[in-house]
């Protein structure tokens, strides 16, 4: 493989983290607040708000229920109003950001859901107000699911950002199919494959081994 | 009596139901004051209404109709800053322990302090101390997965009474324990009322919880308080049926088998046997009793079984006897002149 080839190789990896990076960023910030918000205001909840809740949640449900390839297609108005330009890296972080923060926001919301509601009732005891037991209960109880959760949403950003080549996107989705499928360069095929899985797994591991640290619970089962 | 710590006055709670099936009232009409000091047990079965009753003192439940009135506080109508005052004041422990699994020991303990918004320079050597009191200093930085059950309560003890409430709620503090850690759970409960002179409300199904530790029990039964008083008097002469048959087992003695299999309702003949539970106040007062019911009346009395324990830290006696069918009006009437109480249980031949 040229030296050409690898340099390809090279930048097309740092795009793809680039998009990855600022995308979970992004999707985190405005997912967790949604996923917050959905898990502590059904009807009798911390902030129940019932109406608003349910029109959270069917926002939410509707934009995780468009393919992704449509959405980043479907928004390139918005995406050029945002960033300037619809075509490049950068302006291919809207519509991966757009995809990810409703998958965080329900992954949030499950976790913060599968919190004792006993320590929600020991911390309303104490005199704690909603937003301290969201700070100091749920969020920090929650936190080897919500890293778990985190990392599914970063794992499926790899995979979205494989196809935001059709948008200009770049990164190694578009590199292994203009080059690798397109001009028939099986090498840059498998180097993208390989890097791609090597990608995921190291993720994946990252994101279990920091959810086992966050973890206090029953620490005979961890094998540490 | 001092002012009472805690006053429920005329509480009811619904519960509306969906299909316009009825109202569940979990609570009704409950008058009941929980003095200043003492370690009232409320004692009732599954679904009698204990928690909910609990959990009006701290506001987690309100009354449908009626006041609870809290340190002065009426809880009910408090608007959330003042309920999250009052909150302070009273500390709550649970059957199910309720501890953050993602915090150390020493965390959990110092999290009320921090919801109150106590420094951190303040927190540490309070932490400290309750972790002295409830006797885990070995254990202050392990985290709740790596406690015993009994540990783990004595967490959530330390953390109720970190920011020094006057009163301390328990739902079935103890009901997940065994019976050892249970009784030294409760005995610190008891030392903790002694010293720092806290108001224990509890709630238990267990009337054996309410013995060792209660100076005062109301039993509720279908949302109702049918009973209610000094633990002494509410052991020594239950009056309603339900306060019985929780009684039954926790005081005083058993029949023994070999008579219990034998027991008929009514005597069969005038030469039967009358089995009676005399239950006595203070160590002394039967041997006399006993002793001039043979003299004074002639009537020989037949000892089947006794004993005497400690109730409300009053010595407390129960005695089973057989006495001759004919003559067991004539010696009720003689025992209870002398104020011991009696019961008629059954008859052999
Ligand atoms: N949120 C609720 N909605 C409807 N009914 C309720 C609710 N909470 C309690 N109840 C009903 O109120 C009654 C009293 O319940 P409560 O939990 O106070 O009983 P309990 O004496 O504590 O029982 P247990 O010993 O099983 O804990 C029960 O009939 C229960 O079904
Ligand atoms: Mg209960």
């Keep these: 493989m040229s030296a050409n080839l690898i340099q390809l190789l090279w930048d097309s990896t740092l795009q793809t983290l680039y998009m990855v990076a600022i995308a979970t960023l992004l999707g985190t910030l405005i997912g967790g607040p949604l996923g ?77 859901r599968e919190v004792d509601s006993g320590l929600i009732e020991a911390a309303r005891s104490m005199g704690a107000t909603p937003a301290q037991i969201v700070r100091k209960v749920l969020l920090p109880e929650a936190m080897p699911s919500i890293v778990l959760g985190l990392t599914l949403a970063i794992v499926s950003l790899i995979g979205f950002t494989a196809m935001v080549g059709t948008i200009g996107g770049k990164g190694l989705g578009d590199l292994g199919i203009r080059y690798g499928y397109q001009r028939f360069m099986p090498d840059v095929m498998l180097a993208v494959v390989i890097i791609t899985i090597v990608m995921v797994q190291i993720v994946q591991t990252l994101g279990e081994w920091i959810a086992a640290r966050f973890d206090k619970r029953a620490p005979r089962n961890r094998g540490r | 009596m001092a002012e009472a710590a805690i006053s429920f006055q005329g509480v009811t709670r619904r519960y509306p139901q969906k299909k316009g099936s009825g109202d569940v009232i979990a609570l009704q009409d ?53 309920l999250r005052a009052i909150r302070r004041e009273v500390g709550m ?79 079935e503090a103890t009901s997940a324990l065994d019976p050892d850690t249970t009784r030294q759970v409760l005995a610190l409960l008891k030392d903790i009322n002694r010293e720092l002179g806290l108001t224990i409300l509890l709630i238990t199904h267990e009337m054996a919880v309410v013995r060792d530790i209660g100076t005062h029990v109301a039993v509720i039964e279908n949302g109702q308080i049918v009973e209610s008083g000094e633990t002494y008097d509410v052991f020594s002469r239950p009056q309603h049926a339900t306060t019985r048959s929780f009684l039954t087992g926790v005081t005083g003695v058993a029949v023994p088998h070999f008579i219990a299999d034998r027991m008929t309702a009514e005597p069969r003949s005038a030469d039967d046997e009358t089995v009676v539970q005399i239950t006595f106040v203070g160590p002394h007062a039967t041997d006399p009793m006993l002793a001039r019911l043979t003299a004074e009346l002639g009537v020989s ?23 001759p069918a004919s003559r067991t009006a004539e010696a009720r009437a003689f025992l209870e002149q002398h104020g011991l109480f009696t019961e008629v249980l059954g008859h052999v031949s």
């Design chain 1, 36 to 112: 917050i918000f959905l898990a502590t205001s059904r009807r009798g909840e911390l902030y129940s708000s019932p109406i608003a809740n349910t029109v959270v949640g069917l926002v939410v449900n509707a934009a995780r229920s468009i393919p992704f390839i449509i959405l980043a297609v479907a928004i390139i108005p918005f995406t050029r109003w945002i960033v300037g330009t619809a075509i490049g890296t950068s302006a291919a972080i809207v519509p991966l950001t757009i995809a990810v923060a409703p998958f965080i926001a329900r992954l949030i919301e499950s976790s913060i």
């Design chain 2, 93 to 171: 422990i649970f059957q199910h322990f309720n501890l953050l699994a993602m915090r150390s020991v020493y965390d959990n303990i110092a999290l009320p302090l921090e919801i109150a918004g106590v420094d951190s320079a303040r927190i540490k050597p309070r932490v400290n101390e309750l972790i002295e009191l409830v006797g885990l200093t070995q254990q202050a930085a392990r985290y709740p997965a790596e406690l015993s059950g009994g540990q783990k309560q004595r967490v959530g003890i330390a953390r109720a009474l970190a920011t020094n409430p006057r009163v301390l709620l328990s739902d």
């Design chain 2, 301 to 323: 009395v037949n000892i089947m079984a006794g004993a005497i324990e400690e109730i409300g830290d009053k010595p407390f006696g129960s005695l089973i006897v057989g006495l």
């Design chain 2, 30 to 82: 409950i008058w009941l004051d929980v003095p200043q000091g003492a370690v009232t047990g409320i004692i009732g079965r599954s679904g009698a209404g204990k928690s909910t009753l609990l959990r009006m003192v701290n506001g987690l439940e309100r009354p449908s109709s009626g006041k609870v009135i809290v340190n002065g506080h009426n809880v009910g109508e408090a608007d959330p800053a003042a």
